[in-house]
């Protein structure tokens, strides 16, 4: 118990709840004790010296002493490599069946006693020895990865010990256990000896990697201190923080061994597909280091158990997260409402105050797309459930919403109350839907609702049990919904905050217990809302969003930061989580704006809203216990200023429509890091306080108290300042004016933007002159109807003819949209210094 733990367990034992967690810590501790296989001797194994190769489809099988390794290029260029025979599947994040083989990919022998698979788009070569190059095909090296060891439990009275270890210097690593430096370490070890009760796949292993040493790390699902990856040490357990969050804070909701790895040689996605708890070590590498070589980059991953395998894409930014979602599955596509601006909080207590809000947005011409309900409009926390007292005409309340242009969103946690005579635990308990101990015990919490029990998301039938309950939420009339609690969170005043590592799980008919199946619970819990609501409502899109997840969460909906603290760093934190699972693959995510404790000043409350207002989700929430975050609870100059970001959001709507589209096509996600078309540019890798929505438009968000003027760095090419309309050269930086009433905003040279233009779904294109000499473009996906529909994508173009912007519209003679130009053709650009303005 650490002094964390301490500080809780006193807190805990001052209330009911208190004791009722402190109780089922306990449980939790003893059940672990009794079920878990306890520590002993262990032995190391390396793969040895390489003996033969197998070819196969997309490369063969490289056998080594003591393992064997799979590599397979598939058509779309991605790069699997498994150890000890693990494949591709079966797995939670690929989408579908694996992905083809490349049949062009051609395996054969390479010099020093080692291998290679040849193919049009990487070239992959094997050591002698098990190390791993992944290569450009003009033979540039994007990273290797050294040969994995392992750590497995041996029979009591067998030799373990580990054995070929380096010398190195230590750094920490998981478990506080000194590891050594990266290198490429043999010993003689025999095979493994599996220990009594050890279930396969038990045994602990590391891997370490080798990147440029200009190479940037970013990833590895949602992390507060983002969106750039420093050195340091990252667990892989997705983890309720207990309170409110601010950047130093790690573990979050969502944790994914995903990382996206920018270099000057190129851009490459490594995904290490493994659910189990683990950690990732990264040191930043340096040029010239020492005697004036190299230091490379280095990233170290340990992981209790599970596989050994991963998928390596490289390319540009924009074609790895291409080849992702081909890998893992398009992004989910909301529904257009879910772009416009929403409102929750926890403590709306009443129908009657959830439409006294509705109606000050009306009645102060504030746009509002929903508004979500969190638990207190259950009865008394349980899910699936209404308080008839405090919403007595729930149907009614969402009727007379949706006439004024407002959908309901419902919250769902998994827990269910452990009650008899309550009708969802009494059909789950009669299904064996809740997951078990060891000894075939209903696994027991506390959460909200007081003891639960939680479905075990992993068995195909409980997901579509579970999938059906969402009829009694669409009859109540709700739009949406959003997942909450499902880390899985049980209340503990010491230890992990969640279920024991010994319950057991399905895992789809394979077997196991929670130390696989936890990172997993909160993608197939989505998993279970989405295909269920698909099957109701087969015309319509889903919306849902998840506090937790993993790789492969993007094909049921998205996510938003949690409960992110209030104040200037939750602010900046709310931006680094949505950069984050961007490169994840998980592109429709958005903050607490306001933060989701605290009381946020006038100002503080204004910037959070204006970045909030040009962020894929764009949700105000609160606590209970944080006050209000209507625009009109902070004054009357704030309310003026959050009108002026409300209206903006709604005219950009198109645009927003559009890069939903394009994220569910392509994987591109609509908020972009600056570096994303120049990822080359080292000095836009550091930048992390603006982004790019979409290709045209650069957002300078204020996230300083004070501040009426920001530096802003541009990306190389023509920009327009929005507000001004004045034209500056990047790259380089830029000082720009950012009064309380606006955030500097930027249109690259060249776009053509779609806007909504006077009457409902009127669109119009806003151009934007590109630089002389140059052309520019932009593209228009419009809404079909709300449903499953697949739009076209229309295409624009521009460029100067006979001293005038001309517009063109692809296979069309002109264009089917009014046309508005934008900027001030006639001024010259400013040109910035490259490090100063």
């Given at each position: ?38 520590p ?59 992905p ?28 002698r ?28 009275g ?37 220990r ?18 200009d ?8 992390r507060?201190a ?30 994914m ?49 599970g ?44 129908e009657?105050?959830?439409?006294r ?65 309550l ?59 959003w ?21 057991r ?46 790789a ?39 903050p ?9 000043s ?20 609160s ?166 529909e697949?739009?076209?994508?229309v ?43």
């Amino acid at each position: 118990m650490d002094g964390r733990d301490l500080v809780r367990t006193v807190r805990a034992v001052g209330s009911a709840q208190g004791l009722r967690s402190l109780r089922s810590a306990w449980r939790r501790r003893q059940a672990d004790a009794a079920a878990l296989p306890r520590p002993g001797g262990e032995r190391a194994r390396v793969p040895g010296e390489a003996l033969g190769a197998d070819p196969g489809p997309g490369g063969g099988v490289v056998r080594f002493a003591r393992s064997s390794l799979r590599v397979r290029v598939a058509a779309g260029g991605a790069v699997f490599c498994g150890w000890d025979g693990a494949a591709p599947e079966p797995s939670y994040a690929l989408a579908g069946a694996c992905p083809e083989a490349d049949e062009r990919a051609v395996l054969e022998p390479d010099t020093d006693g080692g291998w290679r698979v040849v193919s049009e788009r990487v070239l992959v070569a094997v050591s002698r020895r098990g190390a791993v190059e992944v290569r450009t095909p003009g033979g540039v090296v994007l990273r290797r990865d050294l040969p994995p060891r392992w750590w497995e439990p041996v029979a009591p009275g067998g030799t373990g010990g580990v054995r070929g270890a380096g010398a190195g210097p230590a750094v920490s690593g998981a478990g506080g256990a000194s590891q050594q430096q990266p290198g490429e370490t043999e010993g003689a070890l025999q095979g493994p000896c599996r220990r009594p009760g050890h279930p396969p796949g038990a045994a602990r292993w590391v891997q370490r990697s080798e990147v440029a040493a200009d190479a940037r790390f970013f990833g590895l699902g949602g992390r507060a201190a983002g969106p750039r990856l420093r050195e340091g040490s990252y667990r892989l357990w997705n983890t309720d923080p207990g309170g409110a969050f601010e950047p130093g804070d790690d573990p979050l909701y969502i944790t994914m061994p995903v990382q996206l790895v920018v270099a000057d040689a190129g851009t490459h996605l490594v995904f290490h597909d493994n659910s189990w708890d683990g950690r990732v070590t990264l040191w930043e590498g340096e040029e010239g280091a020492g005697s004036g070589h190299d230091r490379p980059g280095r990233c170290e991953v340990r992981m209790d158990g599970g596989p050994v395998r991963s998928w390596v894409l490289v390319g540009t930014p924009a074609r790895v997260l291409h080849g992702w979602a081909a890998l893992t599955g398009a992004p989910a596509l909301p529904p257009a409402w879910a772009l416009g601006p929403q409102h929750a909080r926890w403590g709306f207590g009443s129908e009657r105050e959830v439409r006294r809000v509705a109606a000050g947005y009306r009645e102060r011409d504030l746009p509002l797309s929903a508004v979500h309900l969190d638990i207190d409009h259950y009865r008394g926390h349980r899910v699936f459930t209404v308080d008839r007292e405090r919403f007595p005409d729930l149907p009614g309340l969402a009727a007379d919403l949706r006439a004024q242009g407002v959908r309901l969103v419902s919250i769902v946690d998994p827990a269910v109350k452990a009650e008899p005579g309550l009708a969802v635990y009494d059909e789950g308990a009669a299904a064996g839907a809740f997951v078990k101990d060891a000894q075939g015990r209903e696994v027991r919490g506390e959460v909200w609702p007081g003891e639960s029990v939680f479905p075990d998301f992993t068995d195909p039938q409980v997901r579509s049990w579970w999938g059906g309950l969402y009829a009694e939420r669409l009859a109540q009339g709700f739009s949406g919904f959003w997942h909450d609690m499902n880390e899985p969170v049980s209340f503990a005043p010491f230890g992990d905050p969640s279920l024991p590592r010994s319950a057991r799980h399905a895992l789809e008919g394979r077997g196991g217990d929670h130390r696989e199946a936890h990172n997993v619970y909160g993608l197939s819990m989505a998993r279970a809302g989405y295909e269920g609501l698909c099957r109701l409502r087969p015309r319509e899109r889903p919306f849902l969003f998840s506090r937790s997840g993993w790789a492969g969460m993007q094909r049921y909906g998205g996510t938003w930061s949690g409960d992110v603290a209030t104040g200037w760093p939750g602010l900046r934190a709310s931006l680094a989580l949505v950069l984050g699972l961007g490169l994840c693959g998980v592109p429709y995510s958005g903050p607490d704006v306001g933060g989701f404790t605290g009381w946020p000043s006038p100002e503080l409350y204004l910037r959070w809203f204006q970045l909030g207002a040009y962020l894929p989700l764009f949700r105000t929430h609160s606590a209970m216990t944080a006050g209000r975050r209507e625009p009109w609870e902070f004054g009357p100059e704030v309310l003026e200023h959050a009108r002026a970001a409300l209206r903006e959001r709604m005219r950009l709507l198109p645009y927003f429509v559009t890069l939903a589209h394009l994220a569910h096509r392509t994987g591109a996600p609509y908020v972009r890091p600056v570096w994303w078309r120049s990822p080359e540019d080292r000095t836009l890798r550091d930048c992390e306080d603006a982004f790019l929505l979409g290709d045209a438009l650069l957002v300078a968000p204020v996230l300083e108290r004070g501040a009426d003027r920001r530096a802003v760095r541009l990306p190389r090419g023509r920009w327009y300042d929005v507000a001004t309309g004045r034209a500056h050269e990047g790259p380089g930086q830029v000082l720009l004016d950012a009064p309380l009433s606006r955030i500097p905003v930027l249109v690259r040279a060249g776009s053509v933007v779609p806007v909504a233009s006077g009457g409902e779904g009127r669109v119009e294109l806003e151009v934007w002159p590109p630089a002389p000499g140059r052309t520019g473009g932009g593209v228009l996906i419009a809404e079909a109807g709300g449903g499953r529909e697949t739009p076209e994508a229309v295409r624009f173009t521009t460029r100067w003819r006979d001293g005038a912007v001309a517009v063109c519209q692809e296979g069309a003679p002109e264009p089917a949209y009014p046309v508005r130009l934008r900027g001030h053709l006639g001024s010259s650009p400013g040109r910035p210094g490259p490090d100063k303005p």
